[in-house]
């Protein structure tokens, strides 16, 4: 039988590498999902993640009007994968005033996870983190944690935390 | 029809929204993104924007797209520090020079894939 801690730190491990203090926007200066779209891609670039932050955000627009990824609760979990991404990656943003993101119960997003992959035709990592995200913000005590986290280790600590229970 | 360059761009676009595409085709990646809570209901919109990238596009370059991407996976990759993406093999210091990049669609000499210079 697999031990209860073994299958948290399996659980949490796709995820927890993906965390990365260079991958943290505390605080999100665009309320408009566009912008924000814009704002997230350039940290991307400044995280050496793309060289070509304007396409990555366009892909990015392309994937929101196929259907948004706002999936309520103040969560938004844009994503994609494209040919000018160097690397699988996680980045995570916040709001306090809260972004306007066509979100499915219409309210404003607080917290944002972008999670961008290289275009491999099937990759079950990049599913997974997505699933990870998912998981790990389906508390709303979570989700109150992580907007009042001082700093990127603690939120880092939270999502993993969150994501093994 | 736009700048080489321009039309680079909007083939790389091309690629990633056909990779969205296939994405949305398929009932195991749709029906884990549903199950995520991730809205997928506008294909239509995705396939406009397929039609309106490939007018950017010139017609040889795009049927020379849409025929090798049939065989090869990922066709138009990004080069970093004169090493092809796709195959990860260094390209030749002698065509180093010899195109300005922008000017002439590149292909790797060893797999062939369309090269997209940043």
């Known amino acids: ?165 | 029809m736009p700048p080489l360059n321009e039309q680079l761009d909007a083939l790389v676009t091309l690629q990633d929204i056909d990779l969205m595409l296939r994405d949305s085709r398929d009932p195991e990646m749709a029906t884990h993104e549903t199950r995520l809570g991730f809205a997928r209901e506008n294909v239509k919109g995705l396939e406009q924007t397929r039609e309106r990238l490939r007018r950017q596009i010139d017609e040889p370059l795009l049927r020379t797209y849409e025929r090798m991407s049939q065989k090869i996976p990922r066709l138009v990759v990004p080069v970093e520090g004169r090493v092809c993406q796709g195959c990860k093999m260094s390209l030749p210091t002698s065509g180093v020079g010899r195109t300005t990049p922008g000017t002439t669609i590149e292909n790797c000499e060893n797999c062939g894939r369309i090269l997209y210079r940043i």
């Open chain 1, 1 to 165: 039988m697999t031990s209860p801690s073994l299958t948290a730190s399996k659980n949490a491990s796709s995820l927890e590498s993906l965390l990365r203090p260079t991958h943290f926007v505390s605080e999100l200066r665009s309320r408009k999902k566009a912008q924000a779209l814009d704002e997230l891609a350039a940290a991307l670039a400044t995280a050496g993640v793309t060289r070509s932050p304007e396409i990555v955000a366009e892909l990015l627009r392309e994937r929101e009007a196929l259907g948004s990824t706002g999936v309520g609760k103040g969560i938004a979990v844009p994503h994609a994968r494209s040919t000018l991404i160097a690397e699988r990656a996680v980045l995570v943003a916040r709001s306090q005033k809260g972004i306007d993101f066509d979100a499915t119960d219409g309210g404003p997003v607080h917290l944002v996870f972008l999670v961008v992959a290289p275009p491999m035709e099937r990759d079950p990592i990049y599913l997974k983190v997505l699933a990870d995200v998912v998981r790990a913000v389906r508390l709303s005590r979570t989700r109150q944690r992580l907007a009042d986290a001082p700093d990127f280790d603690t939120v880092r600590e939270i999502l993993i935390h969150a994501a093994a229970e």
